[in-house]
């Protein structure tokens, strides 16, 4: 399974963007490129994903490089309810994500 | 909807125990994976169940076994229990195994002492 690398921990202040950034230096062409997010005391929760272009939902847009070897998850607005762990996963195409393999993720914390 | 659900949220069993961990989809949902997390470990994935046939393995001993009803419904099992076994177990579902998107349950805590 290709890698990823997220920086331990970020901060930000509330309502204000945060851009959350992601390295797969290995990401094959067939990988695509997920976001999950994990809320104290709770299961992760899918954020976003996609394979070669831009993607924008209501939770969030995820930016993914030309040569798809980092991806940036933009929450536009943040509020204190983003505060959590957020992870970024590579999963096979043809697997579905039927197998996130999870690394340390990134731990976010907002500021009122 | 419903979303997935788990059951017991909270268990404490004795080293050498064995314990039986419940799952219920999202209803329509097929696929089901299965997830240990611990502080050390973070989240690993353990199995994955459609259409009651296990189609995915994670890097764990035999002790952890899992089977999937034919409702969906899935049950995960850890024989002889060790400390380490310490952990939240957290269920997910989703319709088809090609789907990009995981809902997950609130997991099982278990406590092995």
């Known amino acids: 399974d290709a890698k990823t690398t997220q920086p331990n921990s970020m901060e930000s202040n509330e309502e204000e963007p945060v851009h959350l950034p992601c390295n797969h230096s290995t990401i094959s062409g067939t990988d695509y490129i997920h976001w999950y997010r994990q809320l104290p005391s709770q299961g992760p929760e899918y954020v976003i994903h996609?394979?070669?272009s831009n993607v924008n939902n209501r939770m969030a847009s995820l930016a993914i490089a030309e040569d798809r070897k980092s991806s940036t998850l933009i929450l536009h607005r943040a509020t204190l309810r983003d505060a959590a762990v957020y992870y970024c996963i590579l999963t096979a195409r043809i697997q579905g994500a039927q197998k996130l393999v999870f690394g340390q993720g990134t731990r976010l914390t907002i500021n009122p | 909807k419903a979303g997935v659900t788990q059951t017991p949220r909270y268990l404490i069993k004795t080293r050498g125990q064995q314990v039986t961990l419940s799952c219920s989809p999202i209803s329509g949902h097929r696929s089901v994976s299965w997830y240990q997390q611990t502080p050390g470990q973070g989240l690993q994935f353990l199995f994955e169940?459609?259409?009651?046939?296990?189609?995915n393995k994670g890097n764990f001993p035999g002790r952890f076994s899992g089977r999937q009803f034919s409702n969906s419904r899935s049950e995960m099992n850890v024989s002889t229990l060790e400390l380490g076994d310490s952990a939240l177990y957290l269920c997910?579902?989703?319709?088809?195994?090609?789907?990009?998107?995981?809902?997950f349950g609130p997991g099982t805590r278990l406590t092995v002492t």
């Open positions: 997910a579902s989703s319709y088809h195994r090609t789907d990009y998107e995981q809902y």
């Open positions: 996609g394979l070669t």
């Open positions: 169940y459609f259409s009651e046939t296990q189609r």
